[in-house]
């Protein structure tokens, strides 16, 4: 028989995007008191693998993605991701989105993304959130799955990814150091 644990914390990231690049720094801030200090930020970028949004938010997007410091636990995911929507709500124009917050966790196994929405390969975990599991970690990278986005599934995007869980990695080594 297994024998239940809490499982080890989890790196919170976010892909944010909007058309007003000037914006992104501005959601980068509220993020940061909410969920503490950034510890990597990606370049600028555009989310132009699909066109999506653009009917919602115009064209073209500016994207970034973040990590912070402060490692959750996997189940706070549901928290962040009904706190991220509520901020995206507050950026409203029109009825239409400004901003898109997408969080999601770097675990040592795989990166798992927060959605409302539902599909097969998607667990469902409470209060109208799911799981998607976007990258599996496997022969010292990270992999994308037959559903994976085309830019998760970049292999820029993927070496980014890399890089943050080799940050997660020495902080958990850290707190094992520690304890």
Not at 8 to 24: N, Q
Not at 42 to 68: I, K
Not at 78 to 92: A, D, G, H, P
Not at 150 to 156: F, G, L, S, T, V
């Given at each position: ?80 991701k009904l706190e991220t929507n ?94």
């Amino acid at each position: 028989m297994s024998q239940p644990r809490e499982p080890d914390p989890v790196k919170l990231i976010a892909s944010i995007f909007t058309p007003k690049e000037d914006l992104i720094r501005e959601v980068i801030n509220e993020l940061s008191l909410r969920y503490g200090p950034v510890d990597w930020e990606s370049p600028p970028m555009f989310f132009d693998r699909t066109r999506y949004y653009e009917r919602e938010m115009g064209w073209p997007l500016h994207r970034r993605f973040v990590s912070f410091e402060y490692l959750i636990s996997p189940d706070d995911i549901v928290n962040v991701k009904l706190e991220t929507n509520e901020l995206e709500s507050r950026y409203l124009q029109e009825g239409n989105r400004l901003v898109n917050i997408d969080p999601g966790y770097i675990g040592l196994e795989r990166l798992v993304l927060a959605t409302g929405k539902n599909y097969v390969h998607r667990i469902y975990l409470r209060n109208g959130i799911y799981a998607d599991l976007t990258l599996i970690y496997k022969k010292g990278s990270f992999r994308s799955l037959e559903w994976t986005y085309k830019d998760y599934a970049d292999p820029k995007m993927i070496e980014m990814f890399n890089n943050v869980r080799k940050r997660y990695t020495g902080q958990l080594k850290e707190r094992k150091r520690l304890d």
